[in-house]
């Protein structure tokens, strides 16, 4: 058993001095303070890494398909009313929605900025009495009211009670309104009157869009839209202006679910139109993003990269369609973004290789000063008997 003993004592890599051979110096305790302040600072360093998540990225192929994206946005026109302000959108799919009133919202706004009203889209007239029926006749008690089309009746038991009746049976003829006044229910609901009353207002849109994953386009303009000879075109006959102006400001515009770290390049961007009408482009590269946070909920969402281009138009002429149009287009490289911990044997690794380091160098510059100082002394005392 002595044996054994003796063999490990042996194997000590730590030989022990006797502390009447030990010589503290002022040097030395200066060097230990300032490595003892360097190891907790480098300590509580690594601590903080190892108790927050670090965020692991990798860039993959995007596989998936037959998936919807949703469009977030917050736009504000200060010089575009909201009874003539619509939002179309359609993809490379052929699938189109005109005149998009679902989960859109609109705030109309005075000069200064302060809103007026709050509504979903969509704008109703009042009803008054004795309203035209379609037969020519004004409607009488006791009898149900049914409007004419004005030609646009896409089958003859079809009623439009309504200017926008009127006006959507136009537009799915391909027509133009050139003339509200000459139609019964705009005439009665005051049509022309109330964009005249708008007139110097702006207007706030919000709301989401859910569209086919592929590349489309949505876009802010004046007027009923409609496809004339497969041309998309907008009525802007009726407001009977000869331009727009189509100032705006983003609020917020985001393709899908908010992650941490997301930076939508578009949020607070305003532009302020200089001449009489024209249309805004933006053209914006999708990038389809998965965050997995460290509990395991995963966000499927998206991030985006935009350019921007302005085309004027003639006034009066309006050949360039007056909005704002945002081009999207998905890109076939997906990011997964990941969040996790340091394992607590990385943490450790680092804290020993810390205090080891740090201890190593301390006591490698305290020799280095010892014996320097011991060599200089003894130098100046050779001399001094010398």
Not at 221 to 227: D, L, M, Q, T, V
Request: proline share 3%; glycine share 8%.
């Amino acid at each position: 058993m002595d044996g054994i003993m003796s063999r490990l004592r042996n194997l000590d890599a730590y030989p022990k001095i006797n502390e009447d051979f030990y010589s503290r110096t002022l040097s030395g305790g200066v060097i230990t303070l300032v490595s003892s302040a360097i190891m907790l600072l480098l300590f509580f360093s690594e601590l903080r890494l190892y108790l927050h998540a670090v965020t692991e990225s990798k860039l993959a192929v995007d596989t998936s398909r037959g998936e919807t994206l949703r469009i977030n946005f917050d736009v504000t026109f200060p010089a575009l009313p909201c009874s003539i302000l619509s939002l179309d959108a359609m993809d490379i799919s052929g699938e189109q929605h005109l005149d998009v009133k679902h989960d859109i919202f609109k705030k109309r706004l005075d000069n200064q900025g302060n809103v007026i009203e709050e509504r979903q889209d969509g704008i109703g007239g009042p009803k008054i009495d004795k309203p035209l029926q379609r037969h020519g006749g004004r409607l009488e008690h006791n009898e149900t009211y049914c409007g004419s089309c004005f030609g646009a009746e896409a089958a003859d038991e079809d009623c439009c009670n309504s200017c926008e009746e009127v006006r959507e049976a136009y537009r799915k003829k391909g027509w133009a309104l050139s003339n509200p006044d000459l139609i019964d229910q705009c005439k009665r609901e005051g049509f022309l009157q109330r964009i005249k009353e708008e007139e110097g207002e702006g207007c706030n849109v919000y709301g989401f869009l859910e569209v086919n994953k592929v590349a489309g386009n949505f876009h802010f303009a004046p007027g009923k839209s409609f496809h004339q000879s497969g041309v998309h075109v907008h009525d802007l006959m009726a407001f009977q202006k000869d331009s727009f102006n189509v100032s705006h400001k983003i609020n917020k515009l985001a393709f899908g679910e908010h992650f941490p770290g997301v930076v939508n390049p578009l949020d607070g961007v305003q532009w302020a139109q200089e001449t009489p009408s024209g249309m805004y482009q933006y053209f914006i590269k999708v990038v389809p993003t998965v965050y997995t946070n460290v509990h395991g909920h995963t966000i499927q969402s998206n991030q985006f990269s935009v350019t921007e281009h302005f085309r004027n138009a003639d006034v009066g002429r309006l050949q360039t369609l007056p909005g704002v149009f945002f081009f999207y287009d998905l890109s076939p490289i997906k990011v997964t973004f990941s969040e996790e911990h340091v394992s607590f044997l990385h943490f450790l690794t680092n804290v020993c290789a810390i205090v080891g380091g740090v201890f190593t160098v301390s006591g490698i510059l305290d020799s280095f000063i010892y014996h320097g100082q011991k060599a200089i002394k003894k130098k100046m005392e050779i001399g001094k008997f010398s």
